[in-house]
């Protein structure tokens, strides 16, 4: 038996078969001339590889239902990839380079296809310039082949599984999440990272931060994962196990008693009211949050609709069309009936990277502090404007409200505006129903968002005070980055101070605010929220009747002075 001490990043017990993922190799492609008596070889090399990967496509496009969206999707990328094989202009073009210029075939394709790439990066069509990831994605597995690399397929994990690895991407964690793994026990990640998010919506216990976990568990071994403690345990002993069996057991009756409170409004002991929201990612998550009782969806995370069609060690999905966008967002407004929906606009960028985008951005030094969220958007207002286009042209399927991510000044917010505008009279002069009155609100999620609050109150219709990145942004503290963790403080003065200024500011303006950062689900810090004067927050699904049994249990003056020690905690 070994214990591995880490930091908690989502609570809870379980326990499973441990599933090391390797870390991923880097293709480093050999350049070395070859006689020419030999190019004939390196060319039967190269329709080996190509054959074998063909084939691999073929079975996996066997595989794929004809029902599923998702799988039509998936058949129609497995298609074009064939066709793109056995392009007879791209063969053509690496026979005759390797006939002119011999040199070994990794080569020689590696360079033919990133021309090919390039040339349809720059062709100003929409359609080819998709399609130039497709190409770098299909002779990319044909390189692997030639090169021997087994790249790690997400597929290969067993439901019940505990994931063991360095570091995970949100996209994968996505995937993972519906396969019903047991656990994550990482090396990497911050807290507030979107993995730790993630595993708290979908309900996985994870620990971060387990030194050498990789190189001393090997897949197979039992694993404890006390998401609780911050603890992973190796090869239980038979005492270990029984206690941990029976903390799992009591886990499970607590989960069951706060069953009861699902369907009961937010309420103190004395009675004053929340309205609690859900955060989700997914269209399914929207039936999610309605089992378990929430008032509305309070943050839909788009920028996870598109990941979960793109992952680094998966096929890699398309960029989401307007029409896909708008079938997902009627979907959740559907699902939610007349409750309130605030759908963010992308926030990609920062460790939410999506390759399907292909912006061919420049890679950051200072992702957090970069290309990120509105940002992004607005340096590529296209984006902005499909997403736009979808979100109108759902908005008469339910009570949709739009939220713009990551906003420092009043300027992003009148640009966001002004591209509103031009989408709503597109849509009129195309004739297609919207509601020309949704309200655009925005995330207050960095410093300079709190501290102007008061101007920002007068371009915006509602606030949500996004403490994740408030907390990074003002203590300047990586939520990432599991070194600076103990740094990584909500409750610090400056933060809190913020918020205060932000309800502030929201009350003199008298806008709606609310809270969707992880503050909002967390027992201590809900209740200083509380008494701070916040009566909206949203949380991943699960954790709604954790804090209605919070809010039950104690009074609104109680939870007032709570906040008045945090605030007076100089
Ligand atoms: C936040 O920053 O608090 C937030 C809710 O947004 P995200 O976690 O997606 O950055
Ligand atoms: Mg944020």
């Given at each position: 038996m070994n214990i591995f001490l880490g930091i908690s990043a989502a609570s809870g017990i379980n326990t499973g078969k441990a599933f090391v993922i390797p870390e991923p190799v880097q293709r480093i492609i050999p350049q070395f001339p070859i006689k020419s008596q030999d190019v004939e070889k390196e060319w039967t090399r190269f329709v080996k590889a190509k054959a074998k990967i063909s084939q691999k496509i073929q079975n996996q496009l066997e595989s794929l239902s004809t029902e599923s969206k998702q799988d039509k999707i998936q058949r129609e990328l497995f298609e074009t990839y064939l066709l793109m094989l056995d392009d007879p202009v791209f063969l053509k073009e690496v026979k005759d380079e390797i006939e002119d210029n011999p040199f070994n075939i990794e080569y020689i394709l590696d360079v033919k296809t990133e021309e090919y790439a390039g040339r349809l990066r720059n062709s100003g069509n929409d359609y080819l310039t998709e399609r130039a990831q497709d190409i770098c994605d299909i002779f990319g597995r044909v390189l692997n082949e030639l090169l021997g690399i087994r790249p790690f397929n997400i597929e290969q994990v067993p439901d019940g599984a505990v994931i063991v690895a360095k570091e995970m991407n949100p996209s994968d964690t996505i995937i993972l999440s519906k396969r019903k793994i047991a656990g994550l026990a990482l090396i990497e990640g911050g807290i507030s990272s979107h993995v730790a998010i993630l595993a708290r919506n979908y309900d996985i216990p994870a620990v971060f931060g387990l030194e050498r976990i990789t190189k001393e568990v090997h897949t197979g071994e039992r694993l404890i994962v006390d998401g609780t403690a911050g603890e992973v345990i190796q090869s239980p002993d038979a005492t270990t196990l029984n206690d941990y069996t029976v903390k799992i057991e009591a886990e499970k009756q607590h989960k069951e008693k706060i069953l009861?409170?699902?369907?009961?409004?937010?309420?103190?002991?004395?009675?004053?009211?929340?309205?609690?929201?859900?955060?989700?990612?997914?269209?399914?998550?929207?039936?999610?949050?309605?089992?378990?009782?929430?008032?509305?969806?309070?943050?839909?995370?788009?920028?996870?609709?598109?990941?979960?069609?793109?992952?680094?060690?998966?096929?890699?999905?398309?960029?989401?069309?307007?029409?896909?966008?708008?079938?997902?967002?009627?979907?959740?407004?559907?699902?939610?009936?007349?409750?309130?929906?605030?759908?963010?606009?992308?926030?990609?960028?920062?460790?939410?990277?999506?390759?399907s985008l292909d912006l061919n951005t420049e890679e950051e030094k200072n992702p957090m502090m970069g290309l990120r969220a509105i940002r992004l958007t607005l340096q590529y207002p296209q984006l902005l404007k499909t997403q736009l286009r979808a979100l109108y042209r759902a908005s008469v399927f339910g009570n949709l409200k739009i939220m713009l991510p990551l906003i420092t000044s009043s300027e992003q917010v009148l640009k966001a505006k002004e591209i509103a505008r031009q989408v709503r009279e597109e849509l009129e002069s195309e004739n297609i129903p919207f509601n020309k009155d949704v309200p655009i609100g925005i995330m207050v999620e960095t410093a300079a968002a709190g501290i102007t609050a008061d101007c920002l109150s007068k371009v915006s219709d509602f606030f949500s005070i996004g403490t994740n990145d408030l907390t990074q942004y003002t203590l300047g503290v990586d939520r990432e980055n599991i070194s600076v963790a103990p740094l990584y403080n909500e409750f610090h003065l400056a933060v809190l101070r913020l918020i205060q200024k932000t309800i502030e500011a929201a009350s003199a303006e008298n806008i709606p605010i609310s809270v969707c950062g992880e503050m909002a689900s967390k027992t201590d810090s809900v209740m200083v929220l509380a008494g701070m004067g916040i009566r909206h927050l949203s949380m991943g699904p699960k954790r709604i009747s954790y804090v209605k049994e919070i809010f039950s249990n104690i009074t609104i003056d109680e939870l007032q002075a709570i906040s008045a020690k945090s605030l007076n905690n100089l």
């Open positions: 009861l409170f699902r369907d009961k409004p937010a309420l103190t002991k004395d009675g004053t009211k929340f309205k609690l929201y859900a955060n989700i990612g997914t269209p399914e998550e929207a039936k999610l949050a309605l089992e378990e009782g929430a008032d509305g969806i309070g943050l839909f995370r788009t920028e996870f609709l598109f990941m979960s069609e793109s992952s680094e060690t998966q096929v890699r999905g398309r960029s989401m069309s307007e029409e896909e966008q708008f079938e997902a967002y009627r979907s959740v407004l559907e699902i939610m009936k007349d409750k309130p929906v605030v759908i963010r606009t992308l926030d990609a960028g920062g460790d939410k990277i999506i390759s």
